[in-house]
Antibody, heavy 116, light 107 residues
Framework: QVQLVQSGAEVKKPGASVKVSCKASGYTFTSYGISWVRQAPGQGLEWMGWISAYNGNTNYAQKLQGRVTMTTDTSTSTAYMELRSLRSDDTAVYYC?????????WGQGTLVTVSS | SSELTQDPAVSVALGQTVRITCQGDSLRSYYASWYQQKPGQAPVLVIYGKNNRPSGIPDRFSGSSSGNTASLTITGAQAEDEADYYCNSRDSSGNHLFGGGTKLTVL
């Protein structure tokens, strides 16, 4: 079955960077894109961007342009999301999701806490 | 505008029917998908496309769309349907959008 397994929780200081991984299994990795979605405590879902696992093309949410980079490693079927210049309002659970018209499968989420 | 608007909260009596709506200009061109999220869990896809349910989603969940409004209907709501529901679509630039979410309470 389709499975996305994310890396563990992170605690970062303001100004630092974080890189979250998302390892896919149960399907052909390069046949679908991966989106990253975050959810601040008690808040709704926020789309961060999308990457094609086929050719690496990306589309980032405008508010994160310049701070976020999404990449994939097709040899290990893993997607990565790096967020730089972290601020306290970046504290959230970060999800990866396989995209094929809809978000059919989601990772378990990675809590990133930004605190001094 | 590239936004999706949902009512923050809706309630329904056990066994009754409830409709959760999502409004946005992008819905005139693109279908919405719907996600159920329970506390501490990742979202789960419940409806996608014109009115499609993934395997394992009960047939009491259905979707529809008219103009700039997409709807998720639960016919015969159960206690386990109490959750947050989010709509999702895209705009013409390829940006994905989520609605603000609707908290469903089953009374």
């Amino acid at each position: 079955q389709v499975q996305l397994v994310q890396s563990g929780a992170e605690v970062k200081k303001p100004g630092a960077s974080v890189k979250v991984s998302c390892k896919a299994s149960g399907y052909t990795f390069t046949s679908y894109g991966i989106s990253w979605v975050r959810q601040a405590p008690g808040q709704g879902l926020e789309w961060m961007g999308w990457i094609s696992a086929y050719n690496g093309n990306t589309n980032y949410a405008q508010k994160l342009q310049g701070r976020v980079t999404m990449t994939t490693d097709t040899s290990t079927s893993t997607a990565y999301m790096e967020l730089r210049s972290l601020r306290s309002d970046d504290t959230a659970v970060y999800y990866c999701a396989r995209v094929g018209g809809a978000y059919v499968a989601w990772g378990q989420g990675t809590l990133v806490t930004v605190s001094s | 505008s590239s936004e999706l608007t949902q009512d923050p909260a809706v309630s329904v009596a056990l066994g009754q029917t409830v409709r959760i709506t999502c409004q946005g200009d992008s819905l005139r061109s693109y279908y919405a998908s719907w996600y159920q999220q329970k506390p501490g869990q990742a979202p789960v896809l419940v409806i996608y496309g014109k009115n499609n349910r993934p395997s394992g989603i009960p047939d009491r969940f259905s979707g529809s769309s008219s103009g700039n409004t997409a709807s998720l209907t639960i016919t015969g709501a159960q206690a386990e349907d109490e959750a947050d529901y989010y709509c999702n679509s895209r705009d013409s630039s390829g940006n994905h959008l989520f609605g603000g979410g609707t908290k469903l309470t089953v009374l």
